[in-house]
């Protein structure tokens, strides 16, 4: 195998041949002109082999060889949340850059440990939170700075999607399954983008499957430090739904596909009025690529560094959104799915 390499392309592992990995990212990263995908590690060979066929690279049997090879800068994570931090950890004490799937971590205090661990051994560790990198959301933010709606007073998130196959992960309560740590971790962060990281939970309710053991939908209320209010929904029960409306004082603005845009999708921007109503159109970009390319990027500027000169901008966000999750489980009032509490 080739020694580390601090002038070609990040050449890049995948530890585990997961659906989102086969759907979004590994096509992804093959659109990033400085990044190759080296090997593809699951613990069942013929997924192994099928991913290596379909992106030209190596089948990996099991992730501790993965773990081993010295042809690899950085690795992919997506293997079930509950073992997040365990592979994570022993990726960043193998000296390799991380970009994990989210939840990075299931709790606050693995994911602080995770991020403390990056940034002392010099490394880039970022979470897969694909949509934050679609310009939309900057733009929707430009024109709330303008005064396009007034003043904000309001945000209405939902992330909302039909029913999984019941062989899914998400339903393993074991491995870390539910509704908040998946479509619920998107409106959570959505927030964060345009109030900031200073939100408190202030009332939360999530359903349970109570065969599973898992939550499947959920809806909470934050309030922001300076007073503005959130309403967050979600879940796998539901028709699709993936959308945000910013209330302000003389207007509002909705998006709509605003999570999962396919790549080709020019997103639309509503804006009403009192006394008028305008459609903006955004052009069309592919977020995943976006992501990992950002990955990647920070990548390459720590062989000049030495350390990871983002670590600070995503850190405190990062821990944010895990403590933010962990509060509306530990608050929520719990209900039946299906039935009464």
Known sequence: MDSPDQSGPVRIGVLGASSIAWRRTLTALQEVPDSTVVAVASRERDKAERFAARFGCAAVHGYEELLERDDIDA?????????????????????????????????????????????????????????????????????????????????????????????????????????????????????????????????????????????????????????????????????????????????????????TPPATMAPLIRIDEQDHAEEITFPAEHQFAKSAASFVEAVLRSRSTGSDPGHDDWATTALRTAELLDRISASAHRVTAGGQA
Not at 241 to 255: D, F, I, K, N, P
């Open 75 to 259: 690795v992919y994570v997506s293997v079930p949340n509950s073992l997040h931090h365990q592979w994570v950890h022993r990726l960043l004490m193998s000296d390799k850059h991380v970009l994990a799937e989210k939840p990075l971590t299931i709790r606050p205090a693995d994911t602080a440990a995770l991020i403390g661990l990056a940034a002392d051994r010099g490394l880039v560790l970022r979470e897969n939170i694909a949509f934050i990198h679609h310009g939309l959301h900057r733009r929707v933010a430009e024109l709330v700075g303008a005064g396009r709606i007034g003043h904000l007073r309001h945000i209405d998130a939902a992330f909302c999607f039909p029913p999984l196959p019941e062989t899914d992960v998400r339903y393993r309560a074991d491995l870390g399954g539910g509704a908040l740590l998946d479509a619920g971790l998107y409106p959570v962060r959505l927030a964060q983008y345009f109030l900031g990281d200073e939100l408190t939970v202030v009332g939360a309710v999530l359903r349970e499957d109570p065969v599973a053991g898992v939550d499947v939908a959920g809806s909470a209320v934050l309030v922001a430090a300076t007073g503005e209010t959130v309403t967050l929904n979600f879940g796998f029960e539901h028709s699709y739904g993936a959308h945000y409306t910013l209330w302000g004082s003389t207007g509002r603005l909705s998006v709509d596909r605003a999570f």
